[in-house]
Structure formats: structure tokens, C-alpha cells
Nanobody
Framework: VQLQAYGGGLVQVGGSLRLSCAASGSISRINALGWYRQRPGKMRESVAFITSVGATNVAHSVKGRFTVGRDNASNTVYLQMNSLKPEDTAVYYC?????????WGKGTQVTVSS
């Protein structure tokens, strides 16, 4: 499974960004697609994911502000980020799970300026 992430960048507090990640390869075997992030000086953490049957999970820290979605036709997972805060500044990574094996895309930087 290969993952290509798009989006990210610099945004002001309260702004919005949308991350996209296109999956290719053995996509029929993907159990879940989602996003992790690594904030400066912190461990990588799960942000949100969506399973192959459409169930979603969003981290408490971003609930109500971030939405995860999936376009099965294009094998793309999205992360819509609204009401961004400085603490959302991080490198965001796309993730795919295939039979308990994690695949990672290259990270994309999101910087929220105050």
C-alpha cells in the first residue's frame, strides 16, 4: 500500500485546512485509513480514522473541529480541520492498516499561527 498525502501549510488561528491522502496498491485489503500527527517534542498520536465499513473515530482533542471522510471511488481519505488552534501545529501523517500492519505516508506540515 502506498500513500500520498496532500494539503497542509500555514494557517491562522481559527482557520481551516483540508488534508487529503490517496491510497494505491493493495487497497482492497485496507481495514482502516486515517491520520496521525506528531507535535513538536511529542509522540505521534492518532487524530482520526475511518474503517472500511465507514465507522469513524476522532480524538477527543479535536472532536467537533476535525472531520474524517473517505471517497471510495478515488481511494482517498480526507481530514477537514476547522477552528484550528496553535496546538494543532504538527506534522500530519496518513496511515493505512492492513491486517494489523501499519503503512505510512510522508508527513505534511500544518502550522497554525497566532
Amino acid at each position: 500500500v502506498q500513500l500520498q498525502a496532500y494539503g497542509g501549510g500555514l494557517v491562522q488561528v481559527g482557520g481551516s485546512l483540508r488534508l487529503s491522502c490517496a491510497a494505491s496498491g493493495s487497497i482492497s485489503r485496507i481495514n482502516a485509513l486515517g491520520w496521525y500527527r506528531q507535535r513538536p517534542g511529542k509522540m505521534r498520536e492518532s487524530v482520526a480514522f475511518i474503517t472500511s465499513v465507514g465507522a469513524t473515530n476522532v480524538a477527543h482533542s479535536v472532536k467537533g473541529r476535525f472531520t474524517v471522510g473517505r471517497d471510495n471511488a478515488s481511494n482517498t481519505v480526507y481530514l477537514q480541520m476547522n477552528s484550528l488552534k496553535p496546538e494543532d501545529t504538527a506534522v500530519y501523517y496518513c496511515n493505512a492498516v492492513v491486517r494489523d500492519i501499519d503503512y505510512w505516508g510522508k508527513g505534511t506540515q500544518v502550522t497554525v499561527s497566532s
